[in-house]
């Protein structure tokens, strides 16, 4: 796929998301929403507001979210696999799920898979690649791939 053809990925999520009640969250999650696994995710990520911390519930939301499609929740995942957290450490794994959500337009991701290119984590090691998701990424604002390509 040529990635000059991607298109910055805009999120469909409300912005109201910390004040919105866990029944609401709940209730878009039954309609299938992808943005809710990951909004479910991050709360049990850092617990309160009426949940408990549990990284095996935000990896299930999480994984949930990234089969409906949403680039933040495959993006979260390839940072689990990519630092060990609450599955083992897998760096191809991790390429792939921040490969996903790069062809989303997802610039955090773009970020991170520049940068799996540039050290070689998951993939051949290639400088021309991880420069081209740098950019890509950049081009959408995104401060640590501007720092990456300094």
Sequence with gaps: MDISKIDPWIDPAP????????????????????WAYRFLARRYEKGGRGLKISTKK??????????????VCMDAMGTMYDYGEGV???????????????????????????K???????????NPKAREWFNRAAAQDNEDAIENLR
């Design 15 to 34: 912005s109201n998301e910390r004040d919105m009640r866990l029944d609401h969250i709940r209730q878009q999650i039954k309609k299938k929403k992808p």
């Design 58 to 71: 935000a990896i299930v939301n999480f994984k949930k979210g990234a089969l409906l499609g949403d680039p």
């Design 88 to 114: 083992a450490l897998n760096e191809e794994l991790a390429f792939e799920h921040y490969q996903r959500a790069a062809f989303k337009g997802y610039d955090c991701a773009q970020c991170n898979l520049g």
């Design 116 to 126: 799996c290119y540039r050290y070689g984590y998951g993939v051949k090691k290639f």
